[in-house]
């Protein structure tokens, strides 16, 4: 079985509300639509504000001013 196959067969096993699943196909269409898929190796991201895991607002710019930065998203759901 190829690896795709068995992302797919997980993600079926997942019996994730349908709520859920729109969010998450929300997402994967909005990514599609800026055909933004990820960064390549040494591609600068674009700055942004997003929430930290205490529910501060954080710029990527302001912590890149103080060295290298490690990104980690969580979506919830895993």
Do not use: C, H
Request: aromatic share 8%; charged share 25%.
């Amino acid at each position: 079985m190829s690896l795709k196959d068995q992302i797919a067969q997980f993600d079926a096993s997942r019996n994730r509300p349908p709520e859920i699943v729109a969010i998450l196909k929300r997402g994967n269409e909005t990514v599609k639509a800026f055909g933004a898929a990820g960064l390549q190796i040494g591609e600068r991201a674009p700055d942004f504000i997003l929430p930290n895991q205490r529910g501060e607002m954080v710029r990527l710019s302001d912590r890149l001013s103080r060295g290298p930065v490690v990104l980690s998203f969580y979506r919830g759901v895993w």
